[in-house]
């Protein structure tokens, strides 16, 4: 049969391939790839298959596998000191076919007598009874039988100490048995591979190839010295196929919180933290947020069983909180009326909002002007769907300035999602315990409007303590919806799962 060549594709046979081709031609046109390591056609297995799997891609070889399971063993005493069974067998026997189990048990190695009652029983060669009340074990007239011959484990035993022993020749049954002897014998697979030339593989490799190395790389030295100019370039086929190469990456929550981070910096903002774990009393007492809000109820905050409460420092601060909840104290409020209790400020909780991080804050830095972010974890009883999380992360902000007012900070919050590349967003009004005036902030995704977060400046019952009189613009956003907005991901679960393929394909941004 006449095959057509292709010139391209002898052309584009690499060095390898050009050596397989001929290993396999004065092999009679196949060999496994350990006869091609053995016999000095490649230094390793691996170097080979590799360039089989391309002559196999070019049509010019095949490649076989066949996988033989073999049985070894791994403990050596199992045939040098013998198996339980055998040593007791053996000593039973020695002292006339009958003996106290006690003494049967003290007369083997350590461990081993409490191992061969149980197969003697199972084997059916020896029997146990009472005599006055002692245990006997008796031989048995297989056992009898025994002591003179090799047991089929026994034997199979001995063959794994000379050599592995194939599965086909071993008995199911005794190997099954064999197994449950932990540590006593293993499992080897064997793969044999093969690697066959087909009818143009054969035409190729006696058509007169040459084996010449070839150049894929050229370097400085190359063309100072002219040798490129005699080199034997390999040539690529760019329709070759080729696996997708994936950069390393950061996860996209990351990407985010160091591009939000970087924005805040660039506006002159410094970063500020609070702890996870907080008093009542920093979370939602000091913001003014009434001892009766909802929000305080545990279907809406994790409260804490060990601590259960946080002692409030500072004596003078807790009275102008109590007095400003009571009756709105010097600034001029109403208050909530009532009667605020330490108790319940006191109660131990995960914080329900960054806003603890600027309350914190401006309790240490009072004086204007301060700019400050932050970007943290907080805790709520939100029911999981595709936007919500009882985990999730605020992007948190506050500006104390003299000339700070409500422009301000509609021009701030405008401004933030223009660098992060959105400007199709909506304020509206809203209300939050803790500012006057406040507003919501949305955006349109996936066919409907998704809050990211809500600002507003500090009411005077919230700064007053501190000894602020300059406004106080303060703003939290919702750091993974604004990560949904900008990837495209419909399900904010997606987020944190551990999909590495969503990763690698996810744009590198």
Known sequence: MVIQMDKALLDGLSHNEKRLLLALEERGGSA???DLVSGGAFSVEVEAMSAASWLESKGLAAISERSDRFYVLTDESAVSVGLPERVAITIIGDNGGSMPMADMEAAMPEGMGRIAVGWLKRKGLADIRAEDGVKVMTLTQTGRDMLGSRMPDEELLSRMAEAPVPESEADPKVIKDLKGRQGMIAEKVVTER????TDLGREVASSGIELRPQVTDITDRMIQSGEWKEADFRPYDIQTFAPTVYPAKKHMLSRLGAQVRRLFTDMGFTEMKSEYVQPA????DVLYTPQDHPARDL?????????SSIHIDGERLVSMVKAIHED?????????????SREKAEMALLRTHSTVSSIRYIAEHPDAPRKAFSISRIFRKESIDSTHLPEFTQIEGIVIDEDADFDMLISMIREFYARMGFDQIRIRPAYFPYTEPSLELEVFFNGKWMELGGAGIFRPEVVAPFG?????????FGFERLAMLKWGITDIRDLYISDIDHLRSNPCL
């Open 32 to 34: 496994t790839t350990a």
């Open 194 to 197: 093969s690697i066959v030339l």
């Open 281 to 284: 009393f920093w979370n939602l």
């Open 299 to 307: 279907q809406d905050t994790f409260y804490l069983e060990h601590p």
């Open 328 to 340: 709105g104290g010097d600034t001029g409020s109403t208050g909530w009326g009532g009667t605020w």
């Open 468 to 476: 602020v009189d300059a406004p106080v613009l303060a703003w939290g």
